[in-house]
């Protein structure tokens, strides 16, 4: 019985071990998502700060604030021909 028990508590000890190091890791990604999140509040312009307040409210997902003149353009599209297998 002393046996099963010591197992057991080596194995809770071992997991307590792991849980602790991901809550670090957690906690330590969760200030740099928060330190970005603040640069990124105070980088924004009010106009998209109210697109994106509005967005949130609403539940839509968000969409490109970027102007149509800045968007990368693709090149035209080109016909398909199947000359042979597609790697």
């Given at each position: 019985m002393d046996l099963v028990k010591s197992h057991?508590?080596?194995?809770?000890?071992e997991e307590v071990e792991v849980l602790k190091e991901q809550i670090k890791e957690l906690?330590?990604?969760?200030?740099?998502?928060?330190?970005e999140n603040s640069l990124l509040k105070t980088l924004a312009s009010p106009e998209q700060m109210a697109q994106f307040q509005a967005q949130t409210?609403?539940?839509s997902p968000?969409?490109?604030?970027?102007?149509?003149?800045?968007a990368p353009t693709l090149?035209?599209?080109?016909?398909?021909?199947?000359?042979?297998?597609?790697?």
């Amino acid at each position: 019985m002393d046996l099963v028990k010591s197992h057991l508590m080596y194995a809770v000890r071992e997991e307590v071990e792991v849980l602790k190091e991901q809550i670090k890791e957690l906690i330590e990604r969760n200030s740099q998502l928060e330190q970005e999140n603040s640069l990124l509040k105070t980088l924004a312009s009010p106009e998209q700060m109210a697109q994106f307040q509005a967005q949130t409210q609403t539940g839509s997902p968000p969409t490109s604030t970027q102007p149509p003149a800045q968007a990368p353009t693709l090149p035209p599209a080109q016909p398909s021909h199947n000359s042979g297998p597609s790697a």
